[in-house]
């Protein structure tokens, strides 16, 4: 799960309900129209895909890979391990407060953290689900491809650099990475 996910569940949940920006008041319908969202997506929108959508993990480990949507660190403020990270980003979902899922779609939005900084070449995937299309199985099949996609170019990145297997800032360690 990313923040397209997070911005178009907070938009059909939460509309122009006031929530406090650190920048002072938005509102995820605004976000959400001013980050490209139409009104044929959300009147199509079912209660279902909402469902999908919020189940969705933050942090998946296939093999040595951490798959992550933005390089940011944030992930590390909401757990230890991915289990705790996924656990809470669900139950803030569920508790269904817009401030809270405010603050996790912001802190999904921030990217670069790995930049610069000596880790290897993350893989992310910054693009708008398809759920709103239609059908939850165009998104699962989207979301598959977009995994196997990131996959092969971590092993792609992995053999360009076999000494370093970490994707963390330098002078951090994650609990999450590859020994």
Same mark, same amino acid.
């Given at each position: 799960m990313g923040n397209h996910e997070l911005l178009?569940?907070?938009?059909?949940r939460f509309g122009d309900t006031p929530v406090n920006s650190g920048?002072?008041?938005a509102t995820f319908q605004a976000a959400w129209l001013l980050n490209g969202g139409q009104?044929?997506?959300?009147?199509?929108?079912?209660?279902v895909h909402l469902q999908w959508m919020s189940r969705l993990d933050a942090v998946?480990?296939?093999?040595?890979?951490?798959l992550v949507h933005s390089d940011t660190t944030a992930y590390l403020e909401y757990g230890e391990t991915i289990e705790d990270v996924n656990d809470t980003v669900h139950e803030?979902?569920?508790r269904n407060d817009a401030d809270e899922v405010w603050d996790v779609f912001r802190k999904f939005t921030k990217r670069f953290a790995f930049r610069?900084?000596?880790?290897?070449?993350?893989?992310r995937s910054? *693009?708008?689900?398809?759920?709103?299309?239609?059908?939850?199985?165009?998104? &699962? /099949? !989207?979301? +598959?491809? *977009?995994a196997r996609s990131a996959r092969r170019t971590a092993r792609t990145a992995e &053999? /360009? !650099?076999? +000494?370093?297997?970490?994707?963390t800032p330098t002078g951090s360690r994650s609990p999450w990475t590859a020994e």
């Open positions: 178009l569940i907070g938009a059909k920048a002072g008041t009104k044929q997506d959300m009147d199509r929108l079912q209660d998946v480990r296939e093999d040595d890979h951490l803030i979902l569920n610069d900084d000596g880790g290897r070449r993350p893989s910054c *693009s708008p689900p398809t759920a709103a299309a239609g059908s939850c199985t165009a998104t &699962a /099949r !989207s979301r +598959t491809s *977009s &053999a /360009r !650099s076999s +000494t370093d297997r970490t994707c």
